[in-house]
């Protein structure tokens, strides 16, 4: 494929004289031919799937047989007991880990990207928990959060403290797994914050220095206005991940004890195990609608924000 | 212009021969292979419990002595976690690429993978009058009879202590209340009561579903008013009893502190080695102390779980998993073969051979050694008397999803018992719809 465009460029290049026009140049230059197979690929496995799953919500659907029956999957989803237990953890869950993965990120960006020992050192430690599977950080917490026989509890012991059950309590469950989520996600958060830290212009600060502003005024006044579209970032993609989150809690408690933890998306995977396969559908259309509500005017609303300074 | 789009052309064409033959590629087919009358079949299951295997190698490889022109191969790389089995049983099955045969549940789980349609029909078989009425009840539709018994039938109760129990003097307990009397004094002498192991989830409904005996015995007929939806958990003074005995341990204070992260393990070896009492647990598990805890075998005692009244207690049974063939298999012949031989006191044999005494085969003609374990011991005279009821699951389709989640909540104070009923009764109905049930 490679070796067509050559020609084709050329031939183009000789077409359009007016090189005045170079949005058009462009255009030429990459017919719209070229995006077909990735279209096939994203239509095939993307859109239609979405499509279908709009069709199916309205559905009873076993695999085997469909059904349609209006709106009663809905009805169903929304009068379900978990669910409420599910949304209020699903947003207590967003808002908690976007809003520490903002403060911690944001302060451990500063502490990266300041004159500090061993700093390469720290970045990578800081960043390694992002690495690392998921699941595999859920089933290590969940050893390390044995209220008998865990690391953690076990080392509260020699200081003669009685830990809690972290993952057994029930009032307790959803913040165990939010630190947890934290701990694995705020290096990302960290590393965007360091990018957007070191883009503000050295001038600023030496501006503020001869005016005579201290650590906290420069921090203030400069860092944190101008680290602003990195702040956007994080909340966005934080929030997002938030919202739809289901392998950590799913690998460290199952959405247990009894429904203590359960999220909208771990709701929506117990029904689809369970063979209700149209309900989870309609479950997954609304969790689409619910994310797409939330975030859309906040994303709106940061960009703005962005454009007033 | 035109060779501009001729080449273009050309291009999408490639591009969507590449999608498609990437597609096409994921559909290779299960099936066996077979040359100049020699045949071999695939035996798919799940990977999750190893004693599960051995059957399945001793009874492939049994037959196979047996008839040296059939091999039967094991496949045991289905997943363990018992959702996503469920799954993969279903996809397979729905695009016609299970292998020969399978293993899975009898009961309710069954219903689901639509046998009407996907499943060989071995109604007319003559190896299916070998097998008893309960067993073909819990394998088939109104239309056909689809599975063979690969294990034995299990009694579901509570394993307890022997010689904790010989030293507070207890008998065993016929009625619940002589059962919540009896932990009274364990736990006073300093031991734990009752053991119980939420960290796995599903023992957690052991109690409640091994309860059911006892409401089979108040209304012989309760599981077919609960499929037309007459009768429910939470509305039942006898069947609300499953859910309140659990709130009856915690509220007690009968259970041991790490109830909520214990796993089976844990509670098998806390009631093998005597730091506790009591465990509600199903006869399966027996395997596992027998080869865990050799020593402490014959320790290990086992009794229904108590009802209302002393003169009506009994156990409740669970069917064994059986072997099912997807109706396209192309070798219907051979498979039946291999039905009929596991359907015969020569498969309960091979099976007894491969794993000891279990419980009870529901074959006919099939004989035990001597020399049971205590529990298996334990669970025969219940077979012998006929004291039986079989788990709600092999009478009625309708089986909630959520039960463990909801037992959880009731055995560990978070929900009362009534409220925990209620929740499953609604759960329930979920399934009930799903499946297209009357009368919900």
Known sequence: MATLAPPLQKNELAKTSNLKRPRRYAHRMYPHWFLLPGAAIYTVLFIAPTFASFYFAFTRWTLFDVQFIGFDNFVTFFTDPQLSKGFTNTLIYGVLTSGLKVVLGLLLGVLLTSNILARGYLRAVVFFPVLVSTVGVGITFQALMDPFDGAINRTLAIFGIEGPGWLTDPTLVLYSIIAVDVWKGVGLAALIYMAGLVAIPRDYYEAARVDGAGAWDNFRHITLPLVRPATTTVVILSLIGGLRSFELIWAMTGGGPGFSSDVVASVIYKQYAAGFYGLSTAGNVVLFVLVSAIILPLFLWLNRKQTDL | ?440
């Open chain 2, 1 to 440: 212009m035109s060779s501009h789009s001729r080449r273009a052309l050309m291009l999408a064409a490639a591009g969507v021969a590449t999608v498609t033959l990437g597609l096409s590629g994921c559909a290779a087919g299960g099936g066996g292979s077979e040359t100049e009358g020699a045949v071999t079949l695939t035996w798919f299951q799940g990977s999750g419990v190893e004693t599960n295997i051995q059957t399945a190698d001793a009874l492939a490889a049994a037959f196979h002595k047996k008839n040296p022109d059939i091999t039967v191969k094991v496949d045991a790389s289905g997943p363990s976690d018992s959702a996503q089995l469920d799954n993969l049983m279903k996809t397979r099955l729905a695009t016609g690429e299970m292998p020969d045969m399978f293993w899975y549940n009898s009961g309710s789980l069954l219903q689901a993978l639509n046998p009407d349609q996907t499943m060989l029909n071995l109604k007319d078989e003559d190896f299916i009058d070998n097998l008893d009425d309960a067993w073909i009840n819990s394998v088939s539709t109104e239309n056909g009879i689809y599975g063979v018994p690969v294990q034995s039938a299990g009694g579901g109760g509570i394993f307890y202590n022997i010689p904790l129990y010989e030293e507070l003097g207890l008998e065993v307990p016929k009625t619940w209340d002589e059962f919540l009397a009896n932990a009274q004094k364990i736990k006073d002498a300093g031991h734990v009561a009752v053991e119980q192991t939420y960290g796995d989830t599903w023992t957690s409904q052991i109690l409640t579903l091994a309860d059911f005996y006892n409401v089979y015995a108040s209304d012989e007929d309760w599981a077919s008013q609960y499929t037309e939806n007459k009768v429910n958990f939470a509305d039942d003074p006898v069947a609300v009893k499953s859910f309140t005995k659990l709130q009856d341990l915690v509220e007690g204070g009968f259970l041991n502190v790490d109830f909520a992260s214990a796993k089976l393990d844990d509670g098998l070896k806390a009631v093998a080695t005597g730091t506790a009492a009591n465990y509600p647990m199903l006869g399966f598990a027996q395997a596992t102390i027998a080869t865990n805890y050799p020593d402490n075998v014959d320790d290990v005692g086992f009794f229904g779980i108590p009802g209302e009244s002393a003169d009506k207690s009994g156990m409740t049974v669970w069917e064994p998993p059986a072997l099912y063939a997807p109706a396209n298999t192309p070798h219907p012949d051979a498979v039946k073969k291999f039905m009929a031989f596991i359907a015969s006191p020569e498969g309960c044999d091979t099976i007894t051979e491969a794993l000891g005494v279990t419980g009870a085969y529901p074959v006919k003609g099939c004989t035990l050694p001597d020399g049971a374990p205590k529990i298996v011991a334990d669970m025969l005279p219940y077979f012998d008397s006929g004291d039986l009821a079989p788990a709600l699951e092999f009478l009625s389709p309708v089986k909630g999803p959520n039960l463990m989640q909801i037992t959880v909540e009731v055995g560990s104070g978070i929900r009362d018992g009534k409220s925990g009923a209620e929740l499953y009764d609604e759960d329930a109905a979920k399934q009930a719809q799903q499946l297209g049930l009357p009368g919900w």
